[in-house]
């Protein structure tokens, strides 16, 4: 233990002239702890039914009373909140937490800054899932049908991802290693899901050339992203599984600390490198398959916001981990807020709006910070 | 994804390669075609949809056609015998079935279309995207662009075909038809009661047609009014609040196959609807609503009864509750 607390003193050091100062650590934690509230009433509060300040606070406060004793208009209003807008705005809190950390996780699992939650092949891995289900299964019964709010379209994307994720953790598993009878090599992991995101996603080109226009149209939407189809359901099914995944994605700050001064070094500090692997990937891995289930594929949230909270707070998985979650989250709310004013009454893809808002931020961040490295 | 783009470009350099080969030999034979006809005709110029001049020096008789709603318009007009070779899903009439196909939605096999060597290729511009009409071109083809965006364009579509086949006295026919019946769904209903309604394109994601769409001008014939028609995109996504927001009187969904029925089960839950109120939210089995062809009027037809059934029932309960 105190080894691993070690180490990860060791690993400020470098970045103790940019970002070890408690300053910036504290403001970026008061400023995140006090805009996340902050947005999710927002999220609550913005959409193309317009509502007053005063009826939103009304509503809130009958959120979960019964409707009955109000008047129908703002029984209206508060259907809207309850049953649309809240499990969107949690949804995409949920979703945006649990890739950002994922995120953290892997950057910090493979070492390797372009990593992210995708990187297992989980996210392509989904896609097919989600298209073998659109296409095959689509056409003889619906692609829509309701189990309680989950379509076989959110089954198989789910399906899909940890059926990926299981084939990478297997194909770069073996027993070539001195230490222990199997291991699993951080590099192989890192090539094999390449090769996997590639096979799937010609899997899916395929299927998207095989089926007819309609399909394939839908397809290309579902893969961009969106959070227009959050429901009660979906919400419980995330926090059942992302937001333990979270909480226990926080547990491995210290060996995910050791990990970044090398494997074997990690090791030597007595991490249990192998169980460390396989835990980040299966906790990972249902965590990402369950939000691309849920919202589609939400790119750069999971890749940006980790590298923006390092340049902040320093790499510490400590804090990197949590605020990661925190920031992560309150992206997504707000990209999800922009998503459904900036063309209302239609909708924009969630995705763009991610990658337009954090672009943009993630290089004025670079561009301060010239000399960011991960470690 | 990664993997097949590459691959997918290789692919299309050597076809284009390949292709090089054809049209020298092809681009000698149209030359000498039009200076033969210029003493013979005057030709026959048609401005496509893509504002593109088409010139025939004489009529059409060979065709490949890329577009169901187009192989269904030709054989409206007699011209279906000319008909070489069409692209997938030109499923009507029960004759279209039997014709060669060159092109599935998203890939056309240009190399067997050079081949065919037809008069005239005509396209479904969006079906198929400028791109691909573009290549044509430029492989040395006449082409004709359709993109009929109202019921009045597909009267221009079946003249349109007339001159270039010259069979003028069955495109005569045909579209006098189709304005005859136009025309009459038109007085039938266009004047009625306004009634707001949201056509739902499928549910996950949510998306709609705005006013450019001919489904647009259909709603507009029954004397409905899309409630989303002035959006920017042909088909917007839109959310269930914004459908509340907009609070239409009619929602509904069409498709070749029932599949559509359990997509539009979700409303039942938004009760603040006034369609979902008045149960007037429905679902047409038709194929040919979203047809930019003739038989588009049948499926008009069935959306104008339904409106006129849910005027009829609106009026029932303000009766009731009065």
Same mark, same amino acid.
Not at chain 1, 208 to 224: F, K
Not at chain 1, 266 to 293: P, T
């Given at each position: 233990m105190s080894i691993a607390d070690n180490a990860s003193v060791k690993q400020q050091e470098p970045f103790k002239s940019l970002s070890g100062s408690s300053l910036s650590f504290g403001l970026?934690?008061?400023?995140?702890?006090?805009?996340?509230?902050?947005?999710?009433?927002?999220?609550?509060?913005?959409?193309?039914?317009?509502?007053?300040?005063?009826?939103?606070?009304?509503?809130?406060?009958?959120?979960?009373?019964?409707?009955?004793?109000?008047?129908?208009?703002?029984?209206?209003?508060?259907?809207?909140?309850?049953?649309?807008?809240?499990?969107?705005?949690?949804?995409?809190?949920?979703?945006?937490?649990?890739?950002?950390?994922?995120?953290?996780?892997?950057?910090?699992?493979?070492?390797?800054?372009?990593?992210?939650?995708?990187?297992?092949?989980?996210?392509?891995?989904?896609?097919?899932?989600?298209?073998?289900?659109?296409?095959?299964?689509?056409?003889?019964?619906?692609?829509?049908?309701?189990?309680?709010?989950?379509?076989?379209?959110?089954?198989?994307?789910?399906?899909?991802?940890?059926?990926?994720?299981?084939?990478?953790?297997?194909?770069?598993?073996?027993?070539?290693?001195?230490?222990?009878?199997?291991?699993?090599?951080?590099?192989?992991?890192?090539?094999?899901?390449?090769?996997?995101?590639?096979?799937?996603?010609?899997?899916?080109?395929?299927?998207?050339?095989?089926?007819?226009?309609?399909?394939?149209?839908?397809?290309?939407?579902?893969?961009?992203?969106?959070?227009?189809?959050?429901?009660?359901?979906?919400?419980?099914?995330?926090?059942?599984?992302?937001?333990?995944?979270?909480?226990?994605?926080?547990?491995?700050?210290?060996?995910?600390?050791?990990?970044?001064?090398?494997?074997?070094?990690?090791?030597?500090?007595?991490?249990?490198?192998?169980?460390?692997?396989?835990?980040?990937?299966?906790?990972?891995?249902?965590?990402?398959?369950?939000?691309?289930?849920?919202?589609?594929?939400?790119?750069?949230?999971?890749?940006?916001?980790?590298?923006?909270?390092?340049?902040?707070?320093?790499?510490?998985?400590?804090?990197?981990?949590?605020?990661?979650?925190?920031?992560?989250?309150?992206?997504?709310?707000?990209?999800?807020?922009?998503?459904?004013?900036?063309?209302?009454?239609?909708?924009?893809?969630?995705?763009?709006?991610?990658?337009?808002?954090?672009?943009?931020?993630?290089?004025?961040?670079?561009?301060?910070?010239?000399?960011?490295?991960?470690? | 994804m990664f993997l097949i783009k590459p691959l997918a470009k290789l692919f299309y350099a050597l076809l284009i390669a390949s292709q090089f080969l054809v049209i020298n030999a092809l681009a000698e034979d149209v030359l000498t075609k039009e200076t033969l006809a210029k003493d013979a005709l005057a030709t026959t110029t048609i401005i496509d949809d893509m504002g593109v001049p088409v010139n025939l020096s004489v009529p059409a008789k060979r065709l490949v056609v890329l577009g169901p709603n187009l192989v269904e318009s030709l054989y409206e007009i007699g011209a279906g015998e000319y008909i070489l070779a069409a692209s997938e899903?030109?499923?009507?009439?029960? %004759?279209?079935?039997?014709?060669?196909?060159?092109? @599935?939605?998203?890939?056309?096999?240009?190399?067997?279309?050079?081949?065919? %060597?037809?008069?005239?290729?005509?396209?479904?511009? @969006?079906g198929f995207g400028v791109d691909a009409i573009t290549k044509l071109r430029s492989l040395g083809l006449k082409v004709y662009a359709s993109e009929p965006h109202t019921l009045d364009d597909i009267e221009d579509l079946l003249r349109d075909m007339g001159y270039l086949t010259g069979l003028l006295d069955g495109a005569e026919l045909a579209s006098a038809r189709y304005r005859q019946k136009l025309n009459q769904l038109q007085a039938d209903y266009s004047h009625k009661e306004t009634v707001s309604v949201f056509y739902q394109v499928w549910q996950e994601p949510m998306q709609t047609l705005n006013g450019d769409h001919v489904m647009n001008d259909a709603i507009e014939l029954c004397g409905g009014k899309n409630v989303f028609a002035a959006l920017p995109e042909i088909a917007p996504r839109v959310s269930v609040e914004s459908v509340i927001g907009a609070n239409p009187k009619f929602i509904f969904s069409s498709g070749s196959n029932s599949q559509g029925i359990s997509e539009l089960a979700h409303w039942q839950r938004w009760s603040m609807i006034a369609a979902v109120q008045n149960q007037q939210v429905h679902f047409l089995q038709v194929d040919s609503l979203v047809r930019h062809a003739p038989r588009i009027l049948e499926g008009a037809q069935q959306l104008c009864e339904l409106l006129e059934q849910s005027r009829l029932t609106q009026k029932d309960r303000v009766m009731a509750s009065e």
């Open positions: 970026a934690g008061w400023l995140l702890c006090l805009l996340t509230p902050v947005m999710l009433l927002l999220g609550l509060s913005v959409g193309p039914v317009s509502m007053d300040m005063q009826q939103l606070f009304q509503v809130l406060l009958h959120l979960f009373t019964d409707t009955s004793s109000l008047d129908p208009a703002m029984a209206g209003l508060q259907t809207i909140v309850a049953d649309i807008r809240l499990p969107r705005t949690l949804l995409a809190w949920i979703v945006g937490a649990g890739l950002a950390i994922s995120g953290a996780a892997m950057q910090g699992l493979f070492r390797n800054p372009l990593a992210d939650p995708s990187i297992i092949g989980v996210t392509s891995g989904a896609s097919l899932g989600a298209s073998i289900a659109v296409v095959i299964i689509g056409s003889s019964i619906s692609a829509s049908e309701q189990w309680g709010g989950l379509s076989i379209l959110v089954l198989g994307a789910f399906v899909g991802g940890l059926l990926a994720v299981l084939t990478v953790y297997r194909l770069s598993t073996g027993s070539s290693d001195h230490f222990s009878s199997s291991s699993t090599s951080v590099a192989t992991m890192l090539l094999v899901g390449i090769a996997i995101t590639a096979l799937a996603g010609a899997g899916n080109s395929l299927l998207a050339y095989m089926s007819d226009n309609e399909t394939m149209r839908r397809i290309s939407l579902w893969n961009m992203g969106g959070l227009d189809a959050a429901s009660q359901p979906r919400v419980i099914l995330a926090a059942c599984i992302i937001v333990p995944a979270v909480f226990l994605l926080m547990r491995f700050s210290r060996q995910l600390d050791a990990m970044l001064l090398g494997e074997s070094e990690a090791r030597h500090l007595g991490v249990d490198v192998q169980r460390i692997k396989w835990s980040l990937v299966v906790i990972v891995a249902f965590a990402v398959a369950s939000s691309v289930a849920l919202a589609g594929v939400i790119g750069f949230v999971g890749l940006v916001v980790p590298h923006m909270l390092r340049m902040v707070i320093g790499p510490g998985h400590r804090r990197l981990l949590p605020y990661s979650a925190l920031a992560g989250g309150l992206m997504l709310v707000a990209a999800d807020i922009v998503a459904r004013v900036i063309l209302s009454p239609a909708e924009m893809p969630v995705g763009v709006i991610t990658a337009i808002l954090g672009a943009p931020l993630f290089i004025i961040l670079l561009r301060q910070r010239r000399d960011y490295g991960m470690y | 899903y030109s499923d009507y009439p029960e %004759a279209a079935k039997t014709i060669a196909r060159v092109a @599935s939605h998203n890939i056309i096999n240009f190399e067997e279309i050079v081949s065919l %060597a037809p008069d005239l290729v005509m396209v479904w511009q @969006s």
